[in-house]
């Protein structure tokens, strides 16, 4: 990498200096302790969802016989049942699925570019983060279909007693969601829905716009003139993190 | 640095089979378990003991996640254990907090 060797005395102690003692470049060692600190803020998030969850009452009952009410948290395969294209079929969990599906396909053209950069392969790198990016607008476009559905919500409804903006109490049909009232459950729900995949799809917008930079830097030569592609595996790190969060998310949100 | 500055080309090297092979297996493994969490979502009753196998399989497909693409399990000692040491602590912050969410479900119902 550096075109000046330091000599490195095998008797020099610890304190002189010159030493690696994690072995990894300055950027990638903070590209993981900023990972570190975003995985705090996401553990953060989903604790708290974890938290608001049980102190509300689940739905006694049977699955099939699940009718919306803001008197107990709503059964996420219920809630999250429709399919784009396809008005008013019951579609448990299908579409998340898919969604998961692309993100990791997603991560795995990822360590593919990072291993061609670790050989020098411009064409192979540039190939798989344009796999990588296309599996990364896919997936925000799914977001975005998916939060349009949950803001508009079903044909249906459902009827609910809430305290309103004015502070009045009221009774009427509630359709879709908004950060004060939803059709699904009890107000926590929708705003947690909001807040987390909102800001993992956050995540995932910025980890595109790096992924773009990338592959622009890649398809160019400029990481071939650097003569590393190390930049690859800092974004890498940021992406796999981004798939990481959503494995979590996908599981406390979807399927608990 | 300026008397380098060529277009000289890096030796691309050939692909490592047994490399690319192992990626796929990881995502296989990753797929394969997301089915299994589809399959248990759809025929266990639901309830603790089906939450615990969801929160199981997570941390597996996490770990897998972290250590084959991530390449931390290839990092040295000194930086594994300061990423690995304040994940673990998070454990703590999970069951406070569940306790804490609890505690309320019993003062308002």
Redesign the interface.
């Known amino acids: 990498m550096s ?1 000046t060797a330091i000599e490195i005395n095998s008797k020099r102690g610890i304190w002189d200096g010159g030493n690696e ?4 470049s300055y950027g990638k ?1 903070m590209m ?1 302790f900023f990972l ?1 600190s975003d ?2 803020t996401f ?2 998030f989903l ?2 969802y ?8 689940g739905f006694e009952g049977h ?1 099939a016989d699940f009718a919306s009410s803001n008197e107990y948290w709503p ?1 996420p ?1 219920m809630i999250f049942n429709a399919i784009p294209f396809v008005h008013g079929v019951h579609a ?2 299908v579409f998340v ?1 898919l969604m ?2 692309i993100l ?2 997603s ?2 053209f ?3 570019a990072v ?1 061609a950069g ?5 064409a ?1 790198v540039t190939k798989w983060l344009l796999w990588t990016i296309l599996g990364g607008v896919t997936f925000l476009g799914c977001q975005a279909w998916e939060w349009s559905h949950f803001i508009h919500g079903t044909d249906g409804g459902t009827l609910m007693t809430y305290v309103n903006t004015f502070g009045k109490t009221v009774s009427e049909m509630v359709y879709g969601a908004n950060l004060h009232v939803n059709e699904y459950g009890p107000a926590p729900f929708a705003q947690l829905f909001f807040f987390i995949t909102g800001f993992h799809g956050f995540h995932v917008t910025i980890g595109v716009v790096l992924l773009f930079l990338a592959f622009y830097q890649a398809a160019v ?1 400029i990481y ?2 650097r ?1 590393h592609y190390e930049m690859v595996e800092k974004i ?2 940021y992406w ?2 981004v ?2 969060v959503w ?2 998310v ?2 406390f949100f979807y ?2 | 640095m300026s008397a380098h500055q060529n277009h000289s080309t890096l030796e691309v090297l050939p692909r490592n089979k047994a490399k690319i092979k192992k990626i796929w297996k990881t995502a296989l493994i990753l797929l394969v378990i997301t089915a299994i969490e589809f399959l248990l979502a759809f025929t266990m009753e639901r309830g603790m003991l089906l939450f615990a196998i969801f929160i199981g399989l997570t941390i597996v497909k996490a770990g897998y996640i972290m250590m084959e693409f991530m390449h931390l399990k290839e990092e040295s000692k000194v930086l594994f254990w300061s990423i690995m040491l304040p994940l673990i602590t998070l454990m703590w912050l999970l069951i406070a907090l569940f306790k804490e969410g609890a505690d309320i479900f019993m003062y308002r119902w």
């Open positions: 075109s003692p994690l072995k990894a060692l993981w570190l995985i705090f553990a953060a604790i708290t974890g938290a608001i969850r049980v102190s509300y009452p699955v059964i395969e448990p969990l699925g998961t599906f990791i396909m991560s795995v990822m360590v593919l291993e670790h050989r020098n392969d411009r192979d030569g071939e003139r003569g890498g790190l796999h993190f798939d990481l494995v979590f996908f599981t399927l608990v």
